[in-house]
Structures are given as structure tokens and as C-alpha cells.
């Protein structure tokens, strides 16, 4: 028997900002709301389904920056190029972790400052 990951939960300041901001990263949809924490997860799966839901859980005091897990993601209907160009216009910004410029992903923070990265292999959509 074994386990699979079934939501991530990320606490945050500003909920409404970071589940709008990452259901247009991923492509996700709100699937609810409880004591001001917001749901996303795929639009025809939700909860239990493959994919993670996400939950955006309200916090005074939530820990922005390097945190012990991250989020990668990849593009899935473009080049990295271009789904870069997609991310920061939704509000992401480059971050700096000490890179050499000479890896093939991009460190980006989320609007609450929360680092995630780009990679470059494009994977097929769900």
C-alpha cells in the first residue's frame, strides 16, 4: 500500500491574490472555500483526482521565500521562453538563489514572494 500527494497547502497573507494567480499559472479553477482558505485544483478532476488540489490558507504570519518544498513547473503549451513571458505578466518576478546563469530553469517568486521554478521540458496537458 502507498501514499500520493492530494493537495498543497500554502499559507498565505492575501488567499484571493495567490488562488487567482496560480489557477492562471496551472490552468486550475476554484473548487471551494473554508474558514478563508480558497481550493483550486484541475477544472474536470478536483479533489481525489491525479492531480494536487492546491489550498491558499489565510496566515498572519505565513514564510515567504526559500521554503523546504517548492513548486516546479513546465510549460505544457509553449516554450520556456514564452510561458516565462506568461508568468511574469501574471504578476511573478525573477529571484535570485545564487544561480550561475547557466542552469536550464528560472527561479521565480509568486506575488506573496514565494519561490518557485520554470523548467525547460515542455510536458503534454492532462
Same mark, same amino acid.
Do not use: K
Given at each position: 500500500?502507498? %501514499?500520493?500527494?492530494?493537495?498543497?497547502?500554502?499559507?498565505c497573507?492575501?488567499?484571493?491574490?495567490?488562488?487567482?494567480f496560480?489557477?492562471?499559472?496551472?490552468?486550475?479553477?476554484?473548487?471551494?472555500?473554508?474558514?478563508?482558505?480558497?481550493?483550486?485544483?484541475?477544472?474536470?478532476?478536483?479533489?481525489g483526482?491525479?492531480?494536487?488540489?492546491?489550498?491558499?490558507?489565510?496566515?498572519?504570519n505565513?514564510?515567504?521565500?526559500?521554503?523546504?518544498?517548492?513548486?516546479?513547473?513546465?510549460?505544457?503549451?509553449?516554450?520556456?521562453?514564452?510561458?516565462?513571458?506568461?508568468?511574469?505578466? !501574471?504578476?511573478?518576478?525573477?529571484?535570485?538563489?545564487?544561480?550561475?546563469?547557466?542552469e536550464?530553469?528560472?527561479?521565480?517568486?509568486?506575488?506573496?514572494?514565494n519561490?518557485? %521554478? !520554470?523548467l525547460?521540458?515542455?510536458?503534454?496537458?492532462?
Open positions: 500500500m502507498s %501514499c500520493r500527494v492530494s493537495e498543497l497547502v500554502l499559507n497573507t492575501d488567499p484571493e491574490l495567490l488562488a487567482s496560480w489557477s492562471e499559472v496551472l490552468g486550475y479553477v476554484e473548487l471551494g472555500r473554508e474558514d478563508g482558505a480558497i481550493e483550486i485544483g484541475p477544472p474536470d478532476a478536483g479533489f483526482g491525479l492531480q494536487p488540489t492546491i489550498i491558499l490558507s489565510p496566515s498572519t505565513p514564510r515567504t521565500g526559500r521554503l523546504p518544498l517548492h513548486i516546479d513547473v513546465n510549460p505544457v503549451d509553449r516554450d520556456q521562453a514564452a510561458e516565462l513571458e506568461r508568468l511574469l505578466a !501574471l504578476g511573478a518576478r525573477p529571484a535570485d538563489v545564487g544561480q550561475t546563469g547557466e536550464h530553469w528560472h527561479v521565480l517568486e509568486d506575488p506573496e514572494g519561490e518557485f %521554478c !520554470l525547460r521540458r515542455r510536458l503534454s496537458a492532462p
